[in-house]
């Protein structure tokens, strides 16, 4: 009966070690598929973050619409002015 | 000792060597995890101080272009009336639904390029004399004596045996008594001029004179009170309010 306990034992300790053996590969390799996103992530990050630098002149275009404005409107009162009312 | 305690015991250990081994590699990968993520982060914040900006600036810029539309679009709806949805219409398809809602009007929008040949209907709308103002007056002439019907002809379509078949350009709309945008309405009062044939102002008190559909017949008002009829022997009167310069004119007197 204790021969019969023993040898049970090491079954289930062969399964275990089969079963064991399929989770910490698995989750070695979804450890190890990371690093290389993240270095890809940080390359495009630092991509973005150079394309980043032009948003610097939406300043200008910003002083740029405000003149444009301002002419547009002096154009219009005088297109205003100058044509008859409907 | 036993053969299956040995073999427990070795199987143990292949279990601790195997959680062992496969813990440290997932534990190296971890930290070139945290590594890489030390990298992006800053890039990350910078990223996010970038364009932090940018929605105040486009917000600003986006409130500056509608401003300028709008004042635009009343200018339009000022001198085209109702035309103003189909002008809009013609030159961006689609989009003179959109200018009505945005005005706060409702109708239907009749495409003014479709309707009338294109450009022909503002130039109704400006007048006969609209072309000529366009150049300086030193340049080259606008309306071209011996080749202006070939300009006209470029505004109206070519009658079909001598339209260009790859082009499909659609013939002009047949307008009919009463066209529904013809720039041209009669009146329902008769006009009134402010000033005279010789610049001078017109009195408001003057009653403009009846149109018999002659000139010759047009006197002052003040004669009008008089008991008889004016006659052609009668001199002209340099009165205001007179609709014609016939008579006063000095090689007439």
Known sequence: MADAALWIMVVVLLVVIVLLMQLLKRILVAATSIPPKIDAIAGVAAAASKDLDAVAVLLTTQGYIKSIRASVLDYGGSLDAALPDY | ?253
């Open chain 2, 1 to 253: 000792m036993e053969i299956q305690v040995f073999i427990i015991i070795v199987l143990t250990a292949i279990i601790i060597a195997e959680l062992a081994g496969y813990l440290i590699l997932t534990i190296v990968q971890l930290f070139k995890i945290n590594a890489g993520l030390s990298v992006v982060l800053p890039l990350v914040g910078q990223i996010v101080a970038k364009t932090n900006p940018v929605n105040p600036v486009v917000d600003d810029i986006n409130a500056q272009l509608v401003v300028t539309r709008d004042a635009l679009e009343n200018l339009m709806l000022k001198k085209a009336g109702p035309d103003s949805a189909g002008l809009v219409e013609s030159l961006f398809p689609g989009e003179g639904a959109k200018f009505l809602r945005r005005v706060g009007r409702s109708g239907k929008v009749v495409n003014v390029g479709t309707v009338y040949t294109r450009g022909v209907g503002i130039l109704a709308g400006l007048g006969r004399g609209a072309p000529i103002g366009v150049a300086h007056a030193k340049g080259a002439a606008v309306r071209d004596a011996q080749y202006s019907t070939t300009e006209v002809a470029k505004l109206y379509p070519a009658p079909p045996d001598r339209r260009d078949p790859t082009q499909n350009i659609p013939k002009a709309p047949v307008i009919g008594k009463d066209p529904v945008h013809s720039p041209y309405e009669p009146t329902s009062t008769p006009g009134t001029r402010t000033r005279d044939a010789q610049g001078r102002k017109v009195e408001e008190s003057a009653p403009p004179p009846a149109p018999t559909g002659s000139t010759e017949s047009s006197s002052a008002p003040a004669a009008e009170e008089k008991p008889a009829a004016p006659t052609q022997s009668e001199p002209p009167s340099a009165a205001p309010a007179r609709m014609s310069a016939k008579g006063s004119r000095p090689w007439e007197r």
